[in-house]
């Protein structure tokens, strides 16, 4: 059994800067994902990353601002969030695969394995 164990959520004013982490037990991932759900909203792709940093996919809405990074030596994924904006607010869970899922990225059934959230709250 895989345990996705995240952090780094918290909250933050406006153009500040958080970062979140994703360490995986049990297994080597070749793929992770971040999602996330605003408040009243459908949980929708944030960023993707192969576990060797090759490819990288962003939401439009994050690109420029966030950026996916792994360490192969731990088998952690991270996402660096800077310029964050309220809009930014959210529980941001991090999603993993044993594959690589290239091109299917943003299908959140591809992921076997979430994490249990963090909560992201991003203050005017």
């Known amino acids: 059994q895989v345990e996705l164990v995240e952090s780094g959520g918290g909250s933050v004013q406006t153009g500040g800067s958080l970062t979140l982490s994703c360490a995986p037990s049990?297994?080597?991932?070749?793929?992770f994902a971040w999602f996330r759900q605003g408040p009243r909203k459908e949980r929708e792709f944030v960023a993707a990353?192969?576990?060797?940093?090759?490819?990288?996919y962003y939401a439009h809405s994050v690109e420029g601002r966030f950026t996916a990074s792994t360490d192969r030596d731990k088998n952690t994924a991270y996402l660096q969030m800077n310029s964050l904006k309220p809009e930014d607010t959210a529980v941001y869970f991090c999603?993993?695969?044993?594959?690589?899922?290239?091109?299917?990225?943003?299908?959140?059934?591809?992921?076997?394995?979430w994490g249990q959230g963090t909560q992201v709250t991003v203050s005017e």
């Open positions: 049990g297994r080597v991932i070749e793929s």
């Open positions: 990353i192969d576990k060797s940093a090759v490819t990288k």
């Open positions: 999603a993993a695969s044993q594959y690589f899922l290239g091109s299917y990225y943003l299908v959140q059934e591809r992921y076997s394995y």
